[in-house]
């Protein structure tokens, strides 16, 4: 049995280009039976990452996630750590006072979120220093069947919003479209502070924690020691905690 874990300095980002090398074909995420690979989700945090540069998000900037467990929460986080951005991940459940709080205080510039939320973050966004929203919706990525009987019955059951047109707000669809994969990592050490992890705000107003590449990346390889008989590859988990939380964000 493993007593010690010899750490390596390995960015989270270079994980995924890790796994898109070695299993290509792999399923790196199966959300209510759409299947993404490894090259695919791979290539789609490249898109994405060349779209945040295009906004003109720079290194140690703060881009706000405020998202469930879907795929381009998943695709936000690596593609704002591969440009040396902030992640500044948000609960969805959060009232407009707490977000307002926690989107001032990481002073984000930009924020993805879901289109049942959207119009509130439209006119928050003229509380804080945000300056461009995209947004996505759950039934952006399903199986076939699914995705053409979505639209009949989400907005019967809260699942998904028309979205009305506004400055500087975006489909997440549509960018990752019109943006060609940027595949470069910026330079980072593993000191750079990688993301604010906002405390639970039970006993005070929440805070932002900064987490260095180094916390998280030493944090998943303390993950792999406590499951030595896990097979590269041959594996499959279930997240079912929330990736705004530290922990489920440790799975992906």
Known sequence: MKT????????????????????????AL?????????????????????????????KGDSVAILLPNVIP?????????????????????????????QFTDSNSTFLITLDLL?????????????????YTSIGDYLPFAKRLLFPLVAKKKGLAADVAPAKNLFKFKDV?????????QTQVTMDDVAMYQYTGGTTGVSKGVMLTHKNISYQIQQLEA?????QKGAETMLGALPIFHVFGMSVP
């Open 4 to 27: 010690a874990v010899d750490y390596k300095d390995i960015l989270v980002s270079q994980y995924l280009e890790e796994s898109a090398k070695n299993f290509p074909n792999n399923p």
């Open 30 to 58: 199966i959300f209510q039976g759409f299947t993404l690979t490894f090259q695919e989700l791979n290539e789609m945090v490249a898109r994405f990452s060349a779209a945040l540069k295009g906004f003109g998000i720079k």
């Open 73 to 101: 929460c998943v695709v936000a986080y690596y593609a704002t750590l591969k440009i040396g951005a902030v992640v500044v991940l948000n609960n969805p459940l959060y009232s407009d006072r707490e977000l307002e709080h």
């Open 118 to 134: 959207a119009k509130r973050m439209v006119v928050l966004r003229d509380k804080t220093n945000i300056k461009t929203i995209v």
């Open 176 to 184: 990752i479209a019109k943006n060609a994969p940027d595949y470069a």
């Open 226 to 230: 406590w499951f030595p008989a896990f």
